[in-house]
T-cell receptor, first 113, second 111 residues
Framework: EDQVTQSPEALRLQEGESSSLNCSYTVSGLRGLFWYRQDPGKGPEFLFTLYSAGEEKEKERLKATLTKKESFLHITAPKPEDSATYLCAVQGDGGTSYGKLTFGQGTILTVHP | KAGVTQTPRYLIKTRGQQVTLSCSPISGHRSVSWYQQTPGQGLQFLFEYFSETQRNKGNFPGRFSGRQFSNSRSEMNVSTLELGDSALYLC??????????FGSGTRLTVV
């Protein structure tokens, strides 16, 4: 069974204070690892998909990296508008994985001005 | 380009009733997945439909069911509602199983 563990559960940063969120996963075969951002009362907003170990993707102040066991979401010089819950999810490559993402519990990020 | 549309946004139902939620995927997307999100359990996979066929199902009781129409729109139904069914129900659509776009969800409250 696919499993995803995110840490920390909550992270409070000062504006401009860079940090990283961790996502540890176990999956029999990885089809993709996904990062989403979710604001209160809204659906998850897609950020990145990573497919293989060593892959990196960047978008504005965010950079996602992937190894065979974990992924990191690095936030450089965050701003208050980056405050949200960040969700990590994996999809396996088996036939029972159609449309199925297994999510972690998320990291609640708060950035203070 | 229109996103994934879920209706209604909010719903209040009484225990024992049934409810139907609707999801219109992004144009051209043929895969629609449904998730339940609660504070305690997080996001949990309910089922996935592709070209009107259920391809995958999560570990939920048979009270939870769904269907997909020929235009890829999908509905999910929950019968005999329980208090524990109160949650945010999210739908996600995909073109190629490599990226999933979520809707804003339907907030269901069972009283």
């Amino acid at each position: 069974e696919d499993q995803v563990t995110q840490s920390p559960e909550a992270l409070r940063l000062q504006e401009g204070e860079s940090s990283s969120l961790n996502c540890s996963y176990t999956v029999s075969g990885l089809r993709g690892l996904f990062w989403y951002r979710q604001d209160p009362g809204k659906g998850p907003e897609f950020l990145f998909t990573l497919y293989s170990a060593g892959e990196e993707k960047e978008k504005e102040r965010l950079k996602a990296t992937l190894t065979k066991k974990e992924s990191f979401l690095h936030i450089t010089a965050p701003k208050p508008e980056d405050s949200a819950t960040y969700l990590c999810a994996v999809q396996g490559d088996g036939g029972t994985s159609y449309g199925k993402l297994t999510f972690g519990q998320g990291t609640i990020l708060t950035v203070h001005p | 380009k229109a996103g994934v549309t879920q209706t209604p946004r909010y719903l209040i139902k009484t225990r024992g009733q049934q409810v139907t939620l609707s999801c219109s995927p992004i144009s051209g997307h043929r895969s629609v997945s449904w998730y339940q999100q609660t504070p305690g359990q997080g996001l949990q996979f309910l089922f996935e439909y592709f070209s009107e066929t259920q391809r995958n199902k999560g570990n939920f009781p048979g009270r939870f069911s769904g269907r997909q129409f020929s235009n890829s729109r999908s509905e999910m139904n929950v019968s005999t509602l329980e208090l524990g069914d109160s949650a945010l129900y999210l739908c996600a659509s995909s073109f190629s199983d490599y990226g999933y776009t979520f809707g804003s969800g339907t907030r269901l409250t069972v009283v």
